[in-house]
């Protein structure tokens, strides 16, 4: 079985630019996560979706942030307009209905 | 203040040598697992717990809810050890899970 897939695996971006992460979850599971981590603020959660209804959309990361999940094997998280502070490592999950989470291997973003 | 505070959050063991990490909570906690990121960033999950405790290999976990506290215990340390140990736990019914800062293991030849 295949794990979560995350692309790109890594992503430049410009100050200002759009930048569409992209997340694959585990066939069959329900929850999916994306979480932001920085060695700072550590794994902090952006948006989480069970059965693609939005659960948690992450609080302070609503205006730049947004996550869709447009059917449940495929999920995105725009970023829009980037700023240097948004450089971080941005990781999907998914688990069954709460069960055992599984990641990706994360997107490493640059924001010069 | 922290939810879920783990320590200690940084560890130097000599390869072949016992250690407990551990993870205390503030909330309510009703499941809790363990991941391992490597030095190269991959999260891995190690354990899933309900109350109780779970063994694999040379891990052993705990969770006793009702003094919230989860351990992790690593015998007989190996190299492919090293990395950052992640407790997070979910407060029933909340479906997200909250994640400890991080204990960084350091396993020395």
């Known amino acids: 079985d295949a794990g979560v897939t995350q692309t790109p695996r890594h992503e430049v971006a410009e100050k200002g630019q759009t930048i569409i992460l992209k997340c694959e979850p585990v066939s069959g599971h329900n929850d999916l996560f994306w979480y932001r981590q920085t060695k700072i603020q550590g794994l902090e959660l952006l948006s989480y979706f069970r059965s693609k209804s939005l659960m948690e959309d992450g609080g302070a990361f609503k205006d730049r942030f947004k996550a869709e999940m447009l059917n449940s094997s495929f999920s995105t998280l725009k970023i829009q307009p980037t700023e240097p502070k948004d450089s971080a490592v941005y990781l999907c999950?998914?688990?069954?209905?709460?069960?055992?989470?599984?990641f990706g291997a994360g997107t490493r973003l640059s924001v010069l | 203040g922290d939810k879920v505070k783990q320590s200690p959050s940084a560890l130097s063991l000599q390869e072949g040598t016992n250690s407990a990490l551990r993870c205390n909570f503030s909330i309510a906690a009703t499941t809790v697992q363990w991941f391992l990121q490597n030095p190269r960033g991959s999260l891995m999950n190690l354990f899933y717990?309900?109350?109780g405790t779970k063994e694999n290999g040379r891990l052993k976990s705990a969770f006793d809810s009702k003094e919230s506290y989860s351990t992790l215990h690593i015998r007989d340390a190996q190299l492919e050890d090293s990395g950052t140990y992640f407790c997070a736990a979910e407060v029933y019914n909340q479906g997200k899970l909250i994640f400890g800062q991080g204990t960084k293991l350091s396993i020395k030849p």
């Open positions: 999950a998914s688990s069954q209905q709460g069960d055992t989470l599984y």
């Open positions: 717990l309900v109350p």
